[in-house]
């Protein structure tokens, strides 16, 4: 059996775990990343966490936020991670462990792996919408990833959903991002109410308990975020749109409205075989590791 190692960025820490080929986890280990970062301590604490697997791996994929170079494997920087900047993530890991290494946008990771692993892995093709702090994207064509110039493609939560309207944290405004994601949703909560909100968790609550305020924030974004997945259905046609990510924790909430709002707004050939719905909870480091075993068959 063939194993693999997935790494997974995220803000607060580094999870890098062993897979074998049927998706199935081997070991897992996790490393908290300190506030204050500089590239060589994050390098050193990323080769640590990694080190322990390295014996029965025949190769590494890395998922994190971008921007990046996929190509060089360079993370340009991150919002997230606050100090790096032109992290040569590939280069030296590479150095380090003798073993090819593949590096990509975390949505990417997310896509391939729902693809390979996930609830609709039996369909040709799958646009994955990955709803969390932010939104992001990844379409996979017959297993085969689409990562766009230097693994910066299906950025779907900074296309326009609002001319002129909120500002985003990538300087543009009107992004479907600013609308529905944990970011969007807490920040139109202090606009409307001048109350702030702790978390996403507490944002869901208050839509159950039908506060009018968030109803409204959700419905909204809601509505907002079907017109984009709308563009991209007939941009890219996906025999099936999978939503992933912490948010979908609460897709009881909105599924029905956004199923309803894509299905009703798109060609209506496309819905005879196009099918919608939240994928499985897949780690960040299982799309990860899917990067090797998907090299490996190409």
């Not at 580094?14 to 990343?33: D, H």
């Not at 001048?194 to 996403?200: S, V």
């Not at 907002?224 to 890219?236: P, Q, S």
């Amino acid at each position: 059996m063939r194993n693999a190692i997935g790494v997974d960025i995220g803000g607060g820490s580094i999870k890098v775990s062993l897979f074998e080929e049927t998706g199935k986890e081997l070991k897992s280990l996790v490393s908290p990343t300190p506030e204050h970062l500089d590239n060589q301590s994050f390098l050193e604490i990323l080769k640590d966490t990694i080190r322990p697997l390295i014996p029965d791996a025949i190769g590494i994929g890395v998922g994190s936020p971008g921007p990046l170079n996929n190509e060089q494997g360079i993370m340009i920087s991150s919002a997230n991670l606050q100090g790096l900047k032109n992290l040569p993530i590939g280069e030296e890991l590479k150095k380090e462990f003798s073993l090819p290494v593949w590096y990509e946008n975390d949505a990417n990771c997310a896509a391939l792996g729902e693809a390979y692993f996930g609830v609709y892995k039996d369909t040709e093709s799958q646009l994955i919408i990955t709803l969390g702090t932010g939104v992001g994207g990844g379409f996979v064509d017959k297993g085969v990833l689409y990562s766009g110039y230097l693994g910066n493609g299906i950025e779907i939560g900074h296309t326009t959903s609002v001319i002129g309207g909120a500002l985003c944290g990538c300087g543009v405004h009107g992004c479907v991002e600013s609308y529905f994601s944990t970011r969007g949703f807490l920040n139109r909560y202090v606009e409307k109410s001048k109350q702030t909100l702790e978390n996403a968790e507490t944002f869901f609550r208050l839509v159950r308990e039908k506060n009018p305020i968030a109803h409204e924030i959700l419905h909204f974004g809601t509505l907002a975020l079907a017109h984009a997945v709308r563009g991209a259905i007939h941009l890219l046609n996906p025999e099936a749109v999978v939503f992933v990510g912490g948010i979908t924790k609460s897709y009881d909430l909105f599924g029905k409205v956004l199923e309803s709002e894509i299905r009703s707004n798109i060609f209506p050939v496309l819905n005879d075989r196009l099918k919608i719905g939240a994928g499985g909870s897949l780690s960040g480091s299982l799309g990860a590791a899917s990067l090797v075993f998907s090299k490996e068959k190409l």
